[in-house]
C-alpha cells in the first residue's frame, strides 16, 4: 500500500470535559493469519491527544467509487475494535473515559467498542 491516513487519540473523562494527560495508548493491526502487529505507542499530553500514527491505508479512489468491491480504509485497534483509516485524512478517536464506583478492586476493567463497517454507498 502506497498510501497513508493518520490516526490521532483524545482520551477524557467526565463526558469529555477534562482531558486525560499521561495515559498510555496502543494502536495495532491484525494480520492476516491474524496476529496482533503493533504499529505504535503513545502518550496523551496535557490536551489528552496524541501524536498522529502513520497509517498505510489503501488508495484515496478506492473510497470514491460506489462499485469498489474491496474495503478502501485501513482497520487498526485502538481498545476501540475496527477503527477506520483513510487515505490523505486524519482519523480523530474520541474515547472517554467513565470512572467506576468499584475502584480499585475493577481498575483493569476492559470495554471493547466495536465500529462497524462504513456503508459507503
Same mark, same amino acid.
Given at each position: *500500500?502506497?498510501?497513508?491516513?493518520? /490516526?490521532? =487519540?483524545?482520551l477524557s473523562? #467526565?463526558?469529555?470535559?477534562?482531558?486525560?494527560?499521561?495515559?498510555? /495508548?496502543?494502536?495495532?493491526?491484525?494480520?492476516?493469519? @491474524?496476529?496482533?502487529?503493533?504499529?505504535? /505507542?503513545?502518550?496523551?499530553?496535557?490536551? @489528552?491527544?496524541?501524536?498522529?500514527?502513520?497509517? !498505510?491505508?489503501?488508495? *484515496? +479512489?478506492?473510497?470514491?467509487?460506489?462499485?469498489?468491491?474491496?474495503?478502501?480504509? +485501513? =482497520?487498526?485497534?485502538?481498545?476501540?475494535?475496527?477503527?477506520? =483509516?483513510?487515505?490523505?485524512? !486524519?482519523?480523530?478517536? !474520541?474515547?472517554?473515559?467513565?470512572?467506576?464506583?468499584?475502584?480499585? #478492586?475493577?481498575?483493569d476493567r476492559?470495554?471493547?467498542? /466495536? =465500529?462497524?463497517?462504513?456503508?459507503? #454507498?
Open positions: *500500500m502506497d498510501s497513508q491516513g493518520t /490516526v490521532v =487519540v483524545r473523562t #467526565s463526558s469529555a470535559l477534562i482531558p486525560l494527560q499521561g495515559a498510555t /495508548v496502543t494502536i495495532t493491526k491484525t494480520r492476516p493469519d @491474524g496476529t496482533q502487529e503493533l504499529l505504535a /505507542v503513545r502518550v496523551t499530553n496535557f490536551d @489528552g491527544l496524541t501524536a498522529p500514527v502513520m497509517v !498505510e491505508t489503501p488508495p *484515496m +479512489a478506492e473510497s470514491q467509487s460506489y462499485q469498489n468491491t474491496s474495503i478502501p480504509y +485501513a =482497520v487498526v485497534d485502538i481498545r476501540v475494535k475496527n477503527a477506520q =483509516v483513510f487515505s490523505n485524512t !486524519e482519523t480523530r478517536q !474520541e474515547l472517554s473515559l467513565i470512572p467506576t464506583p468499584d475502584l480499585p #478492586s475493577s481498575f476492559t470495554e471493547t467498542f /466495536v =465500529v462497524p463497517p462504513q456503508s459507503l #454507498s
